[in-house]
């Protein structure tokens, strides 16, 4: 029964999780609110505040689960993809608790582990299932063969479903992140009130960058076009007041669209597949509209739908540990020279 240590730090969430014999004990995860006022994550922000909440956050993920230093078998790190100074603070804190314990390392890629949350709970998709990854960074359909065999099958030609959330929050003039806004304030609107253009992209990939734009014309001709026109062109305040006017409609024809572009290639994915057991992760799995349509698209066409709990869809701690528990039993150690990375597929 392994006990293991698992630490996340690839973006601006610093997390310690622990897991033993595959159930989740414990998962802390510290956020970083220092990067709002700059609209976006500052790197070396980022580095700096992980540097301060690790020793904090990994104590009571351990205190929590009522473990002592003494009885982990395995500490695990995220090593791909993120910031690289922010990654480098999990690894090298991962590294030196294993050499002073004299215990495994264990190197977990952060897509897999954002597939293999959908593994924490009782309820658990069969093998081979189909996970929709949507994050900051990601868009990506994957069949998920083995916990260690994922194939994807579909991605993001541009920006990511968890960005054009962020970047249409912006062009709102909301705060960062701007996902979870949109998703509060498009609960109380109407959803068909403004249509906004689904791209049409080959195979089963993703665009978002259109969406971008459209809602940059829309908002620029106050809401009379979707089209760029010179002599439609808004001025300043005319923009504000129409945005405040309408700001949960808009926020609601935006989010409906994401969800619809997301779904349309995700059920599209399951039918050529032929695959029924469906899962999402991510961030963006956190929006409550893609929870509640992909459950409604599961019932109408007889797919078994499976949702992480909120605390497992962004980062966090316990989906690494959960990864590491079955990197472990396959024994799947690293050595204490292993290298972090930016990108990287699984
Ligand atoms: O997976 P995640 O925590 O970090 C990355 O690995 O990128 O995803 C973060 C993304 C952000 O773009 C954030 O705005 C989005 O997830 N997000 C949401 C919601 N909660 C987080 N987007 C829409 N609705 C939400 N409720
Ligand atoms: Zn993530």
Same mark, same amino acid.
């Given at each position: 029964?392994?006990?293991i240590?698992a ?10 999780s622990?897991c033993?014999?595959g159930?989740i ?88 582990a954002?597939?293999l949350a959908?593994l924490i ?26 916990p ?9 030609? =541009?920006? #990511? &479903?968890?960005?054009?959330?962020? @970047?249409?929050?912006? *062009?709102? %003039? ?6 979870? +806004? ?84 995700? =059920?599209? #994915? &399951?039918?050529?597949?032929?695959? @029924?057991?469906?899962? *999402?992760? %991510? ?6 509209? +893609? ?21 497992y ?5 316990a989906m690494i540990a959960i990864t590491a528990y079955y ?20």
């Amino acid at each position: 029964m392994p006990v293991i240590l698992a630490i996340e730090s690839s973006c601006d969430e610093t997390s310690a999780s622990v897991c033993a014999d595959g159930k989740i004990l414990s998962n802390h995860i510290a956020s970083q609110a220092v990067h709002e006022k700059y609209g976006g994550v500052v790197p070396e922000l980022a580095s700096r505040a992980h540097m301060q909440h690790i020793v904090p956050v990994v104590d009571l993920a351990l205190k929590e689960a009522g473990i002592e230093l003494a009885a982990i078998d395995a500490i695990a790190f995220t090593r791909a993809p993120g910031l690289i100074g922010s990654l480098l603070v999990g690894a090298q804190f991962a590294k030196s608790l294993a050499a002073a314990l004299n215990k495994p390392l264990i190197a977990v890629h952060h897509m897999q582990a954002h597939v293999l949350a959908n593994l924490i709970p009782e309820r658990r998709p069969s093998f081979p299932f189909l996970c929709l990854t949507v994050s900051g960074g990601h868009t990506q359909i994957v069949v998920c063969h083995s916990p260690s065999k994922l194939e994807v099958i579909g991605e993001t030609i =541009d920006d #990511a &479903a968890g960005e054009a959330f962020d @970047k249409s929050a912006k *062009i709102l %003039g909301l705060p960062y992140p701007g996902g979870p +806004l949109i998703d509060k304030y498009a609960q109380q609107g109407d959803a068909n009130r403004f249509k906004f253009p689904e791209p049409r992209i080959a195979d089963l990939n993703f665009s978002f960058s259109g969406l971008k734009t459209a809602i940059l014309y829309f908002l620029q001709n106050a809401g009379t076009s979707l089209l760029y026109k010179e002599e439609f062109q808004a001025n300043t305040e005319e923009r504000k007041a129409f945005i405040d006017n309408n700001l949960f409609d808009i926020c609601a024809s935006i989010q409906s669209r994401i969800v619809s572009i997301l779904l349309n290639k995700y =059920d599209k #994915a &399951a039918r050529q597949t032929g695959i @029924k057991d469906l899962c *999402i992760a %991510g961030g963006v799995s956190a929006n409550s509209g +893609l929870r509640k349509a992909f459950k409604e698209m599961g019932d109408k066409n007889g797919y078994n739908t499976f949702i992480p709990a909120f605390e497992y869809c962004t980062d966090n701690a316990a989906m690494i540990a959960i990864t590491a528990y079955y990197k472990f039993l396959e024994k799947d150690f690293v050595s204490l020279d292993v290298d972090v990375s930016a990108r990287g597929s699984f």
